[in-house]
């Protein structure tokens, strides 16, 4: 079993819409949960970061991570296309020496 | 020059040649890492330094050799490569700290994208 899920897509939305993108993971130790956006030819970028269960908001992102299921989503409202890329999700915790674990990365379209 | 930098953005070599990869980081960070990125694959990371001494080798072959020359630098040189070694390279930093537990956030380069032939 992979350590980190996260389904590849592609996800095609218009614009406007609510996105919903989501990771599981099978290490119950991990505390720190990531997501990365990259764009084409680029590196990711870290766009939210969240410590234990809950839900945190910036601007029309929310991440949100639920520890007793180990799955976290990232939420993206009123979807642009400016919005279309790969969204990683990553973690990490005291379980193997605080490395980070990155999902494989889900790639996002939102039409015009 | 902010950020990470990462040169050559794009290289083609042969299975018998021999280049260097390069990272600079413009952040005063601590640690510089190496990540393989191969298509609908996660992010595989190679090598980490700390403070210029390398504290994580994730069984990588010995045709990638690091180095670390300073706090600001990286380096991957590359020889005999295989043609499944062709991905994305990236690189990325962060500031370690003993009370960061792995929370760091780690911030990446543009990648140079390797084709071996």
């Known amino acids: 079993q992979k350590e980190v899920e996260q389904d590849p897509g592609p996800l095609s939305v218009p614009e406007g819409a609510i996105v919903s993108l989501n990771c599981t993971y099978s290490n119950s130790a991990f505390q720190y949960f990531m997501w990365y956006r990259q764009y084409s030819r680029k590196g990711p970028e870290l766009l939210m970061y969240t410590y234990s269960s809950g839900n945190k908001e910036d601007g029309r992102f929310t991440a949100q991570v639920d520890k007793s299921s180990k799955y976290i989503s990232l939420f993206i409202r009123d979807s642009q296309p400016s919005d279309s890329a790969t969204y990683l999700c990553?973690?990490?915790?005291?379980?193997?020496?605080?490395?980070?674990?990155f999902g494989a990365g889900t790639r996002l379209f939102v039409k015009a | 020059e902010t950020g990470v930098t990462q040169t050559p953005r794009h290289l083609v070599m042969g299975m018998t040649n021999k280049k260097s990869l390069k990272c600079e980081q413009h952040l005063g960070h601590n640690a510089m890492y190496w990540y393989k990125q191969s298509a609908k694959k996660p992010l595989e990371l190679m090598f980490v330094?700390?403070?210029?001494?390398?504290?994580e080798n994730n069984s990588v072959p010995s045709r990638f050799s690091p180095e670390c020359p300073n706090s600001s630098h990286l380096f991957l040189h590359l020889h005999t490569l295989q043609p499944e070694d062709s991905a994305l390279y990236l690189c990325?930093?962060?500031?370690?700290?003993?009370?960061?537990?792995?929370?760091?956030?780690?911030?990446f380069g543009p990648g140079t994208r390797l084709l071996v032939l």
């Open positions: 330094y700390s403070l210029e001494e390398r504290v």
């Open positions: 990325a930093s962060s500031q370690r700290s003993g009370e960061s537990f792995g929370q760091e956030t780690q911030y």
């Open positions: 990553a973690m990490s915790g005291v379980a193997g020496g605080f490395k980070t674990i």
